[in-house]
């Protein structure tokens, strides 16, 4: 199985809007105050971000909010 269908949707989400800012996983992680294991993670759908780091990704990722990755807003 390809990794990218593993991966949730949420997950493809925010690599790709991460990857289309130009973003590499080590500069948003420092932009958003985590890990780059953390990102990884989040990316991969092994967890999902925590509410108290949602508004620093939206931040990151110059969407209006988190819930924008979902519902196509970005």
Do not use: C, N
């Amino acid at each position: 199985m390809d990794r990218i269908e593993t991966m949730s949707e949420g997950g493809k989400a925010i690599m790709r809007r991460r990857k289309d800012i130009g973003l590499t996983q080590r500069s948003f992680a420092k932009e958003v105050g985590v890990s780059e294991s953390a990102i990884s993670r989040w990316e991969l759908g092994e967890v999902e971000p925590s509410a108290k780091h949602r508004p620093r990704i939206a931040f990151a990722l110059k969407i209006e909010s988190f819930s924008s990755l979902y519902y196509g807003a970005a």
